[in-house]
């Protein structure tokens, strides 16, 4: 069992940064593949980025050149650093674990957090 908390949401004028985290819980987080998603009101959970526990990265390529995945193994954290942010990327963040090599697709994931919100106001 793995508990995922995410943090560092909040409200950023556009153009601005944030940092969000998620820490998991359990020693075996070096084992597993970590992603990021988002869900806007309304709208479908959709991929933003993924790192898997060779630290290979992929990325939306609506969101590739303006955020960056990352993963502190001895501190069971994954990091996404979101820069020149627009008020489309308004929406709940959510951390998520996957037992395999992760991806894209929300259902290829086992774990997840409760989300942390962004706001970008237009």
């Known amino acids: 069992q793995v508990q995922l908390v995410e943090s560092g949401g909040g409200l950023v004028q556009a153009g601005g940064s944030l940092r969000l985290s998620c820490a998991a819980s359990?020693?075996?987080?070096?084992?597993?593949?970590m992603g990021w998603f988002r869900q806007a009101p309304g709208k479908e959970r959709e991929f933003v980025a993924s790192?898997?526990?060779?630290?290979?990265?992929y990325y939306a390529t609506s969101l590739k050149g303006r955020c960056t995945i990352s993963r502190d193994n001895a501190k069971n954290t994954v990091y996404l650093q979101m820069n020149s942010l627009k008020p489309e990327d308004t929406a709940v963040y959510y951390c998520?674990?996957?037992?395999?090599?992760?991806?894209?697709?929300?259902?290829?994931?086992?774990?997840w957090g409760q989300g942390t919100q962004v706001i970008v106001p237009s």
């Open positions: 359990g020693r075996t987080f070096n084992t597993y593949a």
């Open positions: 790192i898997r526990n060779s630290d290979r990265t």
């Open positions: 998520a674990a996957s037992g395999d090599t992760g991806g894209g697709t929300p259902r290829w994931y086992d774990y």
